[in-house]
């Protein structure tokens, strides 16, 4: 008899809101104003420094299919953890835990994304960042 073993697929999308739309922290009045700048496929080291963030700010239960606004010195917390490769430590505070490979490819995707959210709150936008995942049977 063959097992099935569930794998989850976690997906962010980055968003730059303009500040009439910002309501919080974890919500934004989606609308034409707000684009999406930046997607990741699987990358459970953000994802889980993401949760983290988003427990610190009070969220509840899990941060999937939730939003989260990132701002300047979280972008600032994010950088150092990326280049000290500290983002490994946030293991087990999301859905992905133990033994999760932080490859040099996430680190260049995860630096471009600090580079355009600084980007887009220099222009006077809100960042936000929304995940969901997917879960399929192998």
Avoid: Q
């Amino acid at each position: 008899m063959m097992k099935l073993i569930e794998k989850f697929h976690p997906c962010l999308l980055a968003f730059g809101v303009d500040m009439s739309k910002v309501e919080n922290d974890f919500s934004f009045i989606d609308g034409n104003e707000s684009r999406p700048f930046f997607y990741w496929g699987e990358n459970p080291c953000l994802y889980n420094w993401l949760e983290h963030l988003f427990r610190l700010k009070g969220g509840e239960n899990v941060l999937n299919f939730h939003t989260i606004r990132v701002e300047s010195e979280e972008l600032d917390k994010l950088e150092k953890d990326i280049k000290t490769g500290d983002i490994v430590l946030y293991d087990g505070y999301g859905d992905f835990v133990g033994d999760i490979m932080y490859t040099a490819m996430n680190r260049d995707l995860d630096m471009h994304f600090v580079k355009d959210a600084r980007e887009e709150i220099a222009k006077g936008r809100a960042v936000y960042v929304r995940n969901w995942r997917y879960e399929t049977l192998v």
